[in-house]
DNA sequence: ATTATCCTTGACAGCGCTGTCCATTCAACA
DNA sequence: TGTTGAATGGACAGCGCTGTCAAGGATAAT
């Protein structure tokens, strides 16, 4: 075990004061260069690294940011560490991760956290980005946080998005493009800011288009395997169905194309499926599933980013936010609609 | 924003020193039974929260614990954390995430987290378990860390694994108890220690049935959708073929899967697949995947359990250690083999 | 040259807790 | 009755760092 070794140490070995090798840690301004170079020789000499505990203990910054989550998909919770982590890392953050059942006492888990921690900030994940009684813990805390993805009341503080609406308008209008007229879609969960945001894009390249939306090819799904496999039944029971189906994500996509495969359908000759996120699952099947990548790791390094640099939000101002862009992924699963 | 309320106010709530309190606090004996209650109901009401900073840059411990993860898969990633997670809340502490990039400068990565942390301890999940400037820089920074699903080296440090070869065993035995007799194999990562295990059962189970393990039909995979693909495409591609296919996770059987869906081969008529893991994937297919629940949750929870209450190795003595019970998992991916 | 101003540096006091060490109390024993 | 030791509680010194404040030196303005 190597000795460990203190500011006093790196002081010491520069001949400076322990304050000024203080001040060129956290590159405070107002110290001269040829200081600042004898202190860096000294912390590289010693392989000096502060200790995060006194630093967060003296001042202001803890060093740490946390991302909360709930039931989530494994995939979408490793790209948000994944994104988060990556811009943690160049400002010396670490990231602490908390999933929070929301279904349990969400206070008494969220609570007691930040008063222990004391974190500079957290990430908020769907569906926890618009869960009331953790955005109120975190304010009565203050404790800063960043929303990824939320539905409403995106007045209330900073988030970052993409373009949910367009993004299902997009994709509508790919599989209207490639001749379908009657397109099957599964909504996601309805405690999901998205969920609405992607139905309401694809009503409207429906509308945009002059093709109906049918009652009946609107199917009520939870963002699940299950629930997309219960949907698609629904949906491909009888003989009257739909040359494609859109399912606003990945897990209820394959759903869909287990249905499909099960009744021995072709796919994309007989039926599109299309998905949305671009899960590591898209490509975990046969054929490969058109979706659209959502930016997670990049929403989730720009949330840490807003963290990191102190967001904040003005009084009577709109909040900090980003928009990021998506990007329409085409694969073998959607195909010219059957004539 | 609360006020930060610290160990003085509830020593002066309470009418006692704020040792007394820190004595409570931390479950040391010798404080009258009425002394503790009169400083848990101070607690309560004033609804203090020690500070986790403080106390490890005053103690020993610090409440940290890290997961060092590289190139996970994203379920097994989720599964860990969870489980040792559930495992921490229990005692307060919390769980750091560090993907670590082995193809990169290890030393680079690990050696400053270390340093500026203080973790109690890190819990490797493979193939860092076996990563040798991994575990020197643990081993040199004195931080304790147990392993998961070591592969050879099982004498140098704590670990917490299943019985990989076992498992492959009773799955070979599956397969070969349903009639098949020409069963091919796909190989895992060869970073992995439990890939050489798992292949070694089914080795074992093939030569108790007494039937022959032909070399051309074991493949070399890496875990990976893709190589479970590219296995099958080369096991499935002439005319002579297994009736069943055993690959020893179940992102590489979702392979085998795809394959066979592209080939019109019927699941589980004509072709039995077997994966390993019970990722979230295995269900996420049709037909289900017949699979082996591995208990990563239940590892990792072991394994936060071990690092909280402080392994030791004894000089000359094995290092503490925990093989947990697997299970298999029958689903509709197998079934009679073809006569 | 003199004063005002800025830049650079350091001394020192905590941050909130635990570890060490000492003081007191009290019961049990000689 | 005195003695001993366990049980109980408190005083105090840091842990390693940052924030505050002030001092000294260099530079600019007069």
Redesign the interface.
Same mark, same amino acid.
């Given at each position: 075990?190597?000795a460990k070794i203190t500011i006093h140490d790196v002081a010491r070995e520069s001949g400076v004061s322990i304050k000024t090798v203080s001040r060129v840690l956290n590159r405070e301004p107002n110290v001269k260069a040829d200081t600042r170079d004898r202190v860096q020789a000294a912390v590289t000499a010693l392989?000096y690294?502060?200790?995060?505990? *006194?630093r967060?203990?003296a001042g202001a910054k803890?060093?740490l940011i946390g991302v909360f989550f709930d039931n989530?998909s494994?995939?979408y919770? &490793?790209?948000v560490?994944?994104g988060a982590?990556a811009q943690c890392r160049r400002e010396?953050y670490?990231?602490?991760? #908390?999933?929070i059942d929301s279904t349990g006492d969400v206070e008494e888990q969220v609570?007691?956290?930040l *008063? &222990?921690?004391?974190m500079d900030g957290v990430i908020l994940t769907p569906p926890l980005s618009d869960h009331p009684v953790v955005l109120s813990a975190l304010e009565? #805390?203050?404790v800063a946080y960043v929303r990824i993805a939320p539905g409403d009341d995106v007045e209330r503080a900073p988030w970052v998005s993409m373009d949910d609406r367009k993004a299902a308008y997009d994709m509508t209008n790919h599989l209207i493009g490639l001749g379908h007229r009657d397109i099957g879609f599964i909504i996601g969960h309805p405690d999901h800011g998205a969920s609405a945001r992607r139905h309401q894009g694809f009503v409207d390249a429906m509308r945009d288009a002059d093709l109906p939306v049918r009652q009946d090819r609107v199917e009520q799904g939870w963002f699940s395997?299950r629930s997309g496999?219960e949907a698609a039944e629904r949906l491909l029971g009888g003989t009257d169905r739909p040359t494609a189906i859109f399912a606003s994500n990945d897990?209820m996509a394959?759903?869909v194309?287990?249905?499909a495969?099960?009744m021995r359908l072709d796919v994309p000759a007989q039926l599109s499926i299309a998905g949305f996120d671009d899960t590591?699952?898209a490509?975990? &099947?046969?054929p490969q599933l058109t979706t659209v990548r959502q930016p997670i790791a990049a929403m989730a390094g720009a949330a840490a980013d807003m963290l990191m640099s102190g967001v904040h939000q003005e009084e009577g101002e709109p909040p900090p936010s980003r928009l990021l862009d998506f990007e329409l992924v085409v694969r073998e699963s959607t195909g010219k609609a059957p004539n």
């Open positions: 075990m190597s392989n690294r502060p200790n995060i505990s *006194a967060s203990l803890a060093y989530p494994p995939g919770v &490793t790209d560490q994944l982590i010396g670490h990231l602490i991760v #908390e999933p609570a007691p956290m *008063a &222990t921690l004391r009565r #805390e203050g395997f496999f897990d394959l759903g194309m287990a249905v495969n099960r590591p699952g490509r975990i &099947t046969w």
